[in-house]
């Protein structure tokens, strides 16, 4: 049962991380604090790091994550965003150069 997130709630504190988290809702009227808990799935996989830096696009592969496999939302640890941010900022050679097609989705067909 989801909390009605009304003009009769007073104050949310969400507690824990992922994979679980726990909010608490206070209602004022009723005197009661309400729990909702849910689970997220994360699952270790390599994905394509994707930056748009000043308009060129940057691709980084094979990049270690933990992806949510219900939002495909990407965890990063702290050494691999250092790493992330090193390999851009050296701006070293690339192994590879790609085309890539651009579209404007306002002047897309509807």
Sequence with gaps: MSPDRGS????V???GHAPGWVIL??????????????Q??????QVTYTLNLNGQVILIENVPARVN???GEQFFSPST??????TILEQAEPDYFIQVPVYN???SAA
Aim: charged share 30%; with cysteine; aromatic share 8%.
């Design 8 to 11: 009769n709630v007073s104050a």
């Design 13 to 15: 504190t969400v507690c």
């Design 25 to 38: 809702a206070k209602y004022p009227r009723e005197g009661a604090t309400i729990a909702t808990m849910w």
């Design 40 to 45: 997220e799935t994360l699952v270790e996989k």
């Design 69 to 71: 496999e219900e939002t």
């Design 81 to 86: 965003v250092e790493r992330l941010q090193k």
């Design 105 to 107: 989705y306002s002047s």
